[in-house]
């Protein structure tokens, strides 16, 4: 028998948070306040009590466990001649540290900490050439060693994706990629990788909007990105399992929406939404989504009565009016496992197999996708 926390006891809900932090590394602020049954200000109140006593710190819409002694390492890599005995020190290169990726970085954090591993962490800013450098630089020479295994979110984008993956394939240092895997048909034997299958998040979606009574779901989504390609390739695979036609649908991106002169970009979309008898809109990502439901408020379009909308990522959705249902990666889960993965074949050595996993994302329905009438 599973029991549920009380709604109304501050102890009860702040040790509630406490056992998520210490499983996942990071907790957000909205599928906190779903699992108590409290508001999304009650669930700060108490992260605010918990940060002041110094247990957690807060973090963009949730909180995350405090660097432990073992955790992440902002700085040089490991110094060759020092004695490192039995501990292990794995890199962690990441495009940046601002949105999306703080919840991998406390997931990888939090399982470094578990396995008394030091966590060394670069940003490269989504180049390439970052990635290969920073790379470069934590797997060592072979006179001078660097880290034991790289974890790495690389840049999917560009003409020089396979050259770079094709180099991470080859060093002699193991390399998990996080958040990321090659294409479908690749030559890569060393390659591990631990991802969110973000098609499968944007099936999730349409699905969804599919049963609420929709049959005009378009797709707005940022140009160029791997998250983006893998959406549209869910999103266009459910309609046609649905006996949707995806060419009749609306598809845009998101650029521009959260940036100066916005409001001429959302009106374009909202024309092409009413042109087509659109219903129902997955957007890419949440501050996207927030811009466009509150363009569409203003102009008098109801959401969700006129138009049900879906984002993704769950950052901040839940702080929307109405609030957004999103669909949440699993992005701290990614951190972790990829962590646990790199401790595990640095540990276990040859005899263990390739491991290469893809987590499903989860889709928490709020008031954005259920109509009222």
Known sequence: MTTQPARGFGTTRREHIMRELRTHGTVATGALADQLGVSA?????DVNALAAKGLLVRVHGGAALPEPAAGVVDGPAPDATAPRGSRLTIGLVVPQLDYYF?????GARAAAARAGARLVIRTTAYDPDEDHHQCRRLAGSPGAPGVDGLV???TMTGGRVAELLAWLDRLPTPVLLADRRPPEISPFKSLEWVASDHASGAATAVWHLHGQGHRRIGLLSLAGTTTSRALHHGWHDAL??????PDEQVVGHTDGFVSPGRTALMAAVLDDVRRTGTTALLVHSDPFALSFTQYCHEVGVAVPDDLAVVAYDDEVADMGDPPLTAVRPPTS????LAVENMVARLTEGARRPTHRVMLDPTLTVRGSSVRRR
């Open 41 to 45: 200000m009650t669930v700060r109140r």
């Open 102 to 106: 703080p919840r991998l970085v406390a």
């Open 152 to 154: 790495v979110v690389p």
């Open 240 to 245: 046609r399992t649905l006996a949707i036609a």
């Open 333 to 336: 889960e990614v951190g972790r």
